[in-house]
């Protein structure tokens, strides 16, 4: 790519997104029917791109992921993904992992019919599961260790800035009606409920047929499958488990996470199940 890794406002930024991109992000129009997945990178984003794919019909048109901020959709496509978008018909179906206060002022302040559902997950199987992307992709920085790794998602040192800063920027919409937030955790535990919610939520009534369609093309070992297939993104449906971190943070590493985690998130009513 043409562009490198960078700073933008202070968060660290993959040279996928450049700093036109993200100037074009304060102008950015979203439109009544925009469908929106958001979430800190490694959270379980492409499935829920998936069920929200399914939900809205299967059609060739979301199949694939807009990630609104990246400059390259997939090799040999060269022009922003925001101006394709631009272009797009209505209803678009967008992803992003931009924080709160980097996100067009339509996304982050909805009006009128633009829905957002925001992808949650603990953050230590997030740390984890950006451990093993940092490591296969050269997207990202990747670090030389294990140990090196924790210590940067501790501090925040990270591509797209601070898991905590991210996760609660966004859930000041908490009680905002655009928005939806779901957790990884809670799909794990109970799925065919989960995808009833996120359809009621987009207005689309499910038949038992539709169900049955997206609890199947939404499984894991469906979406590996299909995964598979495709340059670049095979890398991305590894273990999908609750509580992968304990097998690789220390007891050390573990507490020092802890307590960032309670300092945090103290008094916002957000929590997560590790295991
Ligand atoms: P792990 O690395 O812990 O396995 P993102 O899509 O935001 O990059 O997140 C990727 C994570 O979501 C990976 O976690 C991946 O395995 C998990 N994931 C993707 N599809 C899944 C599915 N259908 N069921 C459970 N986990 C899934």
Same mark, same amino acid.
């Given at each position: ?69 990246? =400059? ?19 209803? &678009? ?31 230590? $199987? ?37 898991? =905590? ?9 908490? $009680? ?43 499984? =894991?070992?469906?979406? &590996? ?51």
């Amino acid at each position: 790519p043409p562009y490198t890794d960078h700073e933008y406002e202070g968060i660290p930024m993959t040279g996928m997104v450049p700093k036109e991109s993200l100037d074009a992000m304060k102008t950015f129009e979203m439109r009544d029917g925009d469908v929106v997945v958001l979430s800190y990178p490694k959270s379980g984003t492409n499935w829920m791109h998936q069920i929200v794919h399914e939900i809205l019909g299967g059609k060739p048109e979301t199949a694939l992921p807009k990630t609104l901020e990246f =400059f390259y959709l997939h090799v040999g496509q060269v022009q922003p993904v925001y101006a394709q978008l631009q272009q797009a018909p209505s209803p &678009r179906l967008i992803w992003t992992h931009l924080p709160f206060q980097l996100a067009p002022p339509g996304l982050s302040t909805p009006i009128n019919k633009v829905k957002v559902i925001v992808m949650l997950r603990n953050p230590k $199987d997030v740390s984890v599961s950006n451990y093993y992307y940092r490591q296969r992709c050269q997207l990202v920085n990747s670090p030389q260790t294990w140990e090196q790794h924790a210590k940067d998602f501790l501090d925040g040192k990270f591509v797209y800035g601070d898991y =905590f800063d991210h996760v609660l920027g966004w859930w000041q919409r908490k $009680d905002d009606p655009h928005f939806l937030f779901v957790k990884y955790e809670d799909l794990k535990k109970d799925f065919p409920s989960s995808v009833k919610t996120i359809s009621a939520f987009l207005e689309k009534e499910l038949t038992d047929e539709d169900l049955a369609r997206v609890l199947t093309n939404c499984s =894991f070992e469906s979406m &590996r499958k299909d995964f598979e297939e495709q340059e670049g993104r095979k890398e991305i449906i590894r273990k999908g488990i609750v509580g992968d971190w304990k097998d690789h943070y220390s007891t050390e590493e573990s507490a020092k996470l802890d307590q960032k985690y309670r300092e945090r998130m103290a008094g916002s009513g957000l929590e997560f199940e590790f295991e």
